[in-house]
């Protein structure tokens, strides 16, 4: 935090300050600036209203973070200090706006990673002060629902079932209205996402795991290993450390062991590899796609969603199809992952108000 102290107010000392019009809780954007940094996504965008995304800039921390297998908090904090700047400078050119323009500021204040999230708030925070700006609170988790209203000519039918898949969500959610949602079931242990990069790891894929698992599927060439499926019957809820430690035996069990400079590893044959990574996403998609469809059905749904990072996985997409008779959605390009412009969509479509004791709210739920 100290760091975040000591730099941002050298970026805010450039930024002109203007008098727009008091800041009142009515305040209703046509423009809104988003900023995202709830994870290891350093994000700004500008989006209007209508759906219409001017820009959506995103500077990724993978590089940074693939030797830890995994997001490092405190590297990522560091690093969204360094990127925030940048990355909103870049979305204001790519949308050709200026300062002047911005009606609005919006930011993650959760659920997600605590320093991370802090690194945003306070960025958002001096940049609504600088400008007299109104600021706006997002949930990030409704942030992804809502990022199937953008870049599209019609909102979705409603009541709408979403189910939100990534790193660290999985949920089943109904969607009533803007603003009005049901949680109907979540992942009791590993998010999809999670599980993936787990998997990925175990399988000696590079991080993350998510695109490596379906990659290194694509060349299983028909031969797909079985694995378990976890219905936990009566309920619409996921478990996915089952399926976890069943491709860890799995690997226990085909893989070569070997001790050089007396650390253990284990190594696969490219063929079983792709064959365990094929079982295990086929096994993701048809417990989250039977699922869904189950609650399309149960709850007289118009239409249903996919959301988030997972949602740019083509075999959990291609069975969700063939399960579904109703409209599917998932976020046009650039808009499933984290970004900033499903967070100002977010506060343009459900504008929340907030004052400048914004906290983070790392566990922050949808209901």
């Known amino acids: 935090m100290k760091l ?7 970026w805010w000392a450039r930024v002109p300050v203007s008098e727009p019009a008091p800041i009142t809780p009515d ?22 209203v ?3 995304v001017r820009s959506n800039v995103v500077a990724s921390q993978i590089a940074l973070h693939r030797r830890f297998g995994g997001v490092v908090p405190e590297i990522a904090s560091r690093q ?15 949308a050709a706006m200026g300062w002047r323009e911005i009606e609005g500021i919006a930011v993650t204040y959760g659920p997600g990673l605590a320093g991370p999230l802090l690194v945003g708030i306070n960025f958002a925070m001096g940049l609504s002060l600088a400008r007299r700006i109104p600021l706006f609170a997002v949930n990030h988790v409704e942030a992804h629902v809502l990022s199937v209203w953008l870049e599209t000519p019609e909102p979705p039918r409603l009541p709408m079932v979403s189910l939100v898949v990534s790193g660290g969500h999985t949920e089943l959610i109904l969607v009533e209205g803007v603003g009005r949602y049901r949680v109907l079931g979540a992942t009791v242990d590993d998010a999809a996402g999670e599980a993936f990069d787990k ?11 998510g695109p490596s698992v379906e990659k290194a599927a694509g060349k299983a060439n028909g031969t797909v290993t079985e694995l378990p499926r976890a219905w936990l019957p009566g309920t619409y809820d996921f478990s996915f450390s089952g399926l976890k430690t069943a491709v860890l035996r799995l690997v226990q069990t ?27 996403q086929e096994s993701v998609a048809d417990v989250l796609t039977a699922k869904l469809a189950r609650a399309v059905e149960d709850q007289g749904a118009g239409s249903a969603a996919i959301v988030g990072g997972v949602a740019n ?39 929340r108000p907030a004052d400048y004791d914004l906290d983070a709210v790392p566990s922050l739920s949808l209901s």
């Open 313 to 351: 996985n083509k075999c959990l997409l291609n069975v969700a199809r063939s399960r579904l008779d109703v409209e599917l959605r998932w976020p046009a390009p650039g808009l499933s992952t984290d970004n900033a412009a499903m967070i100002a969509g977010a506060a343009l479509l459900n504008p």
């Open 50 to 52: 209508g759906r219409e």
């Open 199 to 209: 998997v990925g790891r175990l399988l000696g894929l590079p991080y993350p795991g």
């Open 254 to 280: 085909q893989g070569k062991v070997a001790s050089p400079e007396g650390a253990e590893r284990l190594s696969l044959a490219e063929e079983d590899v792709a064959s365990i990574a094929a079982g295990f």
């Open 80 to 94: 969204h200090v360094l990127a925030l700047p940048t990355v909103t400078a870049a979305a204001l050119r790519e």
């Open 27 to 48: 305040t209703q954007p046509t423009v809104v600036l988003g900023i995202e940094s709830s994870c290891d996504e350093s994000s700004a965008a500008v989006v209007e």
């Open 4 to 10: 975040l102290l000591t730099m941002l107010p050298q």
